[in-house]
């Protein structure tokens, strides 16, 4: 279990995150919405222990990660799977060698057995036959599916998505969703996503929680999200230009 | 009790702004230098923090100090021939010509083979160094090391900088010897001085010492090229404008630590 308790983090003394408090149960599907810029990479940055918070906690099965530095924060990254915004693929190795990356480098797997789970992954995300390819040779759907593919390969407890559509067409969109659900229900790890694809998020997520203005302002499954009655989620999630959100 | 800044007078305002600029502009100076510094610290101490990454070293001493080959063997090539005509024309006026060897050999181990090495891989690899992990940084390959749980310090910056400490001193005793068949094509070959006089006075003149005092120096370049290199790639801007700056950056950088740090061991060294 994932338990934020009263985070806050500023810059140059802008206020991003102003007393963020959430819960992430073992094994859901937690979507974190809000604006663009609202803070929610930030957030996500603080989960990775990229980012030390200016005051709060951040708790991973009981343990305080922003105390945690050296090989006890390894310890619990080499719990995380990661998927970032971009992909973050490695431009200078081929799809196969980002696949097979964190294998090679962590596990004293032999060369066989890292070639099967890689080519396994890389099954799994529909993409058999496009190891020998380079990043930038590949679509950007195909990008986010070999960050899938790195992200799960050693099978995390607990992986974060950090907004793993953007940029793709609805049809990219739902396929990339849709994937995220199929692996999900296989490997049943913990996922937390940042996402505002809206309303196809509300497939996927077991629960929702919205972030406005650097707090949660509010959490539940999407269905007590869409009927929400908070002005902020309504705007936010009908796309409104007027209400309590400014347009800017 | 002090009067606040709106009651006081115009030209002592300015006054305290000037001064809190001055202030805030030292401790950005400092912080900025102890970063600096506790880089090449840290990439130092990691060193020696198993498991060492051989596959990325041999990449990068190809990468630095091979692919630099042919820029180091045409510079040198030229220096040294540079040196070869302009010496005999210099020595010949006061009759010394006979010296032409330990002149052109001095001047290039000593001083010009280190330095003119060390700007030329700064200019090739160098820039290409801190573009690589600039763009590395903006598109946070370099974040999915960290939370993969591999140190970039240990996977991306020991590798570069121990390739440096080898590379450079390579490149260097390559420069020194095509420059100085540079200068014997042009003073024996062309200008007609005695084979045996210009390799037989540079046997006199040039002293172990004089080869060690370049050595060092390579040495030290090479870590400070790619200590400098390393560092503003890293640290680099946001988007390609920032990537682009700290590849500037480096290259005017580190073009200047060589040249103070020359005049430094210069006077230091033997």
Known sequence: MIRVENLHKSFDGQRVLQGITLDVATGEVMIIIGRSGGGKSVLLKHFLGLLRPDSGRILVDGVDIT?????????????????????????????????????????????????????????????????????????????????????????????????????LDPILVNAIHRLIIDLHQKLRFTAVMVSHEIPEIFQIAQRVAMLHEGVIVETGPPEAIQQSRSPVVQQFIHGELDGPIRAT | MMPGRAMMPATMTTGLLAIEGLGRLTLDT????GRFGLFLGHALVWIFVPPFK????????????FRSLSIIVLTGAFTGMVL?????????RVGSEAFLGPAVALSLIRELGPVLAALMVTGRAGSALTAEIGIMRISEQIDALTVMALHPMRYLIVPVVVAGVIAFPL???????????GGYLVGVRLLGLSEGTYFGEMQSFVHMSDIMSGFWKSLSFGVIVTWVCAYKGYHTGHGAEGVSRATTQAVVLSSVLILVWDYFMGSVLP
């Open chain 1, 67 to 167: 105390r945690l530095r050296g090989k006890k924060l390894d310890r619990i990254r080499a719990r995380y799977g990661v998927v970032f915004q971009g992909g973050a693929l490695f431009d200078s190795m081929t799809v196969f060698d980002n696949v097979a990356f964190p294998l090679r480098e962590k596990t004293p797997l032999s060369h066989a057995e890292i070639a099967l789970r890689a080519n396994e992954k890389l099954g799994q995300v529909g993409l058999i036959g496009m190891g020998h390819k380079y990043p930038d040779e590949i679509s950007g759907g195909m990008k986010k599916r070999v960050a899938i593919a790195r992200a799960l390969v050693t099978e995390p407890e607990i992986v974060f998505f950090d907004e793993p559509t953007t940029g």
């Open chain 2, 30 to 33: 400092v912080e900025a230098l």
């Open chain 2, 54 to 65: 051989w596959k990325q070293l041999l990449q990068r001493i190809h990468f630095i100090g």
């Open chain 2, 84 to 92: 070869g005509l302009q010496g005999f024309l210099t020595l010949s």
């Open chain 2, 171 to 181: 490149l260097t005793a390559i420069f020194d010897v095509v420059g100085i068949f």
